[in-house]
């Protein structure tokens, strides 16, 4: 059975490798869609399932390089970049400068080199195939060619939701498939052993917010330029939202012809559509298409609807046929790709934790800065003087965070990020399991950068860049491909780059992306500082679905499991209206549930389809000729 239509590839050693792999990776690609790359030697280098207008590759003697996804690097200026590779070594170096969101592989010496991007948009997990080491750009591949089961206590973790702390956040979901975390490549070398090597650092957070800013619209503008031009019918957000709208006005600004989306939730306060509705009235080349809760299905719509599964569970399934309603009107109107704010909310404001380095650094500053927070979220000042006295390194601060899994976390503490906290129903086998991962992690923690705050804030870039793995993989599956500027890592780096202080600010919305987009939007978005919500929605789709949460809690395959608890779960599912916060977690346990069932489905056909396979698997794309510099 193959494991999607979306794309996918595997990158292979330079070396002999079991007979039957290839008829495997036939199977899961489909009858006739395998694509297969050769290593100089002959050997099997890359093997997917791929478009050609998503993977260049370029074969220049005896090296070839592939840039998969979208990059500003075209066949032939990658195929001039290529002749400087003597090595993997060189090969960041000869990519320096590129931007876009893509995978960079290459056969070298004998030696294959696989890395994604460092916000883990785009990701790289590694196996043992047969004895040997391959890597993927989906996890699921790697579990299907391994036989792989899911790993009940990475499911223990992923009811932490997104407080899952790294290293563990980069987890994958299969027993045996590892994920490479987004900031090192892999290497994997002819005799069958592999190495990881760091490719990407932070940048120095020094600019002041008017230089910094104007490095953050380039990189937004290039970004933006790079997928749509003059005339393209281009479909968008446009939410109301800083970040959507930034994207619309700089893809006007690239000339295309935007066909916008807005949600108009039905909350009193809610404000979306009378901001979208300003940017909408500034916008050159607009049809605008507005959706009431009415006109759209309900919020976990299709819950009990089997998905193929991806890569892990995925809060993608709350509006899940929501967004697919969004993008068959904007398709039917004529467009080829969906521009989206995702990431912008982690990227351009660092959280709170940037308050503990400045502090240090500058104590006037640091207190006005946390006494500023502290009057928005209404703490007391004893927890935010501890919080802020809190000198914890990251190793000591997993190792707590170990035994707290069962308390809520602090509204706002200063810390290494957000402490991860378990629901009710976790069973106590799952939080011993988190518990005994923590603390493992917490051993040899490294943390994304010395300081909490920069800490925090890369950690939260790559939260991002994780969901648009899943968000991006279904609207491919959708039909329409949506792009993510903000989770770019040229994008990032301009971000990053900034002096934290200035990038967030107690009194201020994102004066970051205010500044970057002084000019070119609205006034009033900018200055903006509410943020709307569905939580109406919310609560009637799940009343909605109180049939299937009822089947769900009779015959709950996290029960069966070990990771909840059956009359905690069943108390949960059965009267969702009655708990007192834990929306969030109810979700997240929801989205477990049905990537279970899900996983559950695909194996049966799979099992199935097996059953009646012809074995008529001869054919495979062979790729060597095209596109080729020599």
């Not at 790993?151 to 702390?165: N, S």
């Not at 994008?491 to 200035?502: G, I």
């Not at 919305?509 to 903006?528: C, F, S, T, W």
Request: with cysteine; proline share 6%.
């Amino acid at each position: 059975m193959d494991v999607t239509s979306a794309p996918w590839f595997v990158v292979l050693p330079d070396q002999d490798l079991s007979p039957d792999l290839l008829d495997r990776l036939r199977n899961l690609s489909g009858p006739d869609a395998l694509q297969v790359v050769r290593h100089p030697s002959g050997r099997p280098w890359l093997a997917g399932r791929w478009s050609d207008d998503r993977m260049t590759v370029c074969v220049l003697g005896e090296v070839r390089l592939a840039v998969a996804g979208i990059c500003s690097l075209n066949a032939a200026e990658l195929a001039a970049r290529a002749g400087r590779i003597r090595a993997t070594a060189d090969i960041e170096a000869a990519l320096s400068g590129a931007h876009g969101s893509f995978h960079v592989s290459a056969s070298v010496a004998g030696r294959s080199y696989v890395r994604g991007s460092f916000t883990g948009k785009r990701r790289v997990y590694r196996a043992q195939v047969d004895g040997v080491t391959v890597c993927a750009d989906r996890a699921h591949v790697l579990a299907r060619l391994t036989g792989a089961e899911v790993d009940t206590a990475q499911l223990a973790l992923r009811l932490a939701g997104v407080t899952v702390p790294h290293p563990l956040a980069d987890s994958a979901s299969w027993r045996g498939v590892g994920a490479v975390p987004p900031a090192e490549a892999v290497e994997l070398e002819p005799g069958g052993g592999a190495r990881t090597l760091r490719w990407w650092q932070a940048p120095a957070a020094e600019l002041p917010l008017r230089e910094a800013a104007a490095g953050l619209r380039e990189a937004l503008r290039r970004a933006v330029a790079l997928r749509v031009g003059p005339g393209d019918v281009v479909a968008a957000d446009l939410s109301g939202g800083m970040d959507s709208t930034s994207l619309c006005f700089l893809a006007a600004e690239a000339g295309a012809r935007l066909v916008t989306a807005t949600l108009h939730w039905s909350a009193p306060t809610n404000e979306d559509r009378v901001y979208a509705t300003l940017a909408a009235q500034r916008l050159p080349h607009v049809e605008r298409l507005v959706f009431a809760p009415g006109d759209v299905p309900a919020c976990f719509a299709g819950l009990d609807e089997r998905l193929d599964p991806g890569d892990g569970p995925s809060l993608v399934r709350r509006d899940r046929l929501i967004q697919r309603h969004l993008a068959e009107e904007m398709r039917s109107r004529g467009t080829r790709l969906r521009l989206s704010g995702h990431g912008g909310d982690h990227v351009v404001q660092p959280p709170a934790a940037y308050v503990h380095g400045l502090l240090r650094r500058s104590p006037a500053a640091g207190l006005r800065h946390a006494a500023g927070l502290r009057a928005r979220s209404r703490q007391p000042l004893g927890a935010t003087a501890k919080a802020l006295l809190d000198r914890r390194s990251y190793a000591s601060w997993l190792a707590h965070a170990a035994g707290r899994l069962r308390e809520p976390a602090p509204l706002m503490d200063f810390g290494w990020g957000v402490r991860p906290q378990l629901p009710p129903w976790a069973s106590d086998r799952a939080v011993e399991s988190c518990r005994e991962q923590l603390r493992a992690a917490a051993r040899d923690a490294v943390p994304l950068h010395r300081e909490r705050g920069r800490h925090a804030w890369i950690a939260g870039v790559q939260q991002a860049g994780l969901g648009d793995v899943h968000f991006s993989h279904d609207a491919a599956l959708a039909g329409l491909p949506q792009h993510t500027p903000f989770c770019d890592d040229a994008v990032v780096e301009a971000a990053l780059a900034a002096r934290p202080h200035e990038a967030a600010s107690p009194w201020s919305y994102k004066p970051l992306l205010a500044a970057a987009m002084d000019g070119l939007v609205p006034e009033p978005i900018l200055r903006r500082t509410t943020k709307d919500h569905c939580m109406p929605e919310w609560q009637e789709g799940v009343r909605l679905q109180r049939r299937t949460l009822a089947a769900w809690a009779d015959d709950s395959r996290l029960v069966a499991a070990g990771v909840a608890d059956e009359a905690e779960l069943r108390r949960a599912l059965l009267s969702p209206g009655l708990l007192s916060g834990a929306v969030s977690e109810l979700e997240t346990t929801l989205v477990a549930e049905g990537w279970l069932r899900d996983v559950e489905h695909q194996e049966t056909l799979s099992r199935s389809r097996d059953l009646n396979d012809s074995g008529d698997l001869d054919h495979s794309r062979e790729m060597n000729d095209a596109p080729t510099a020599r």
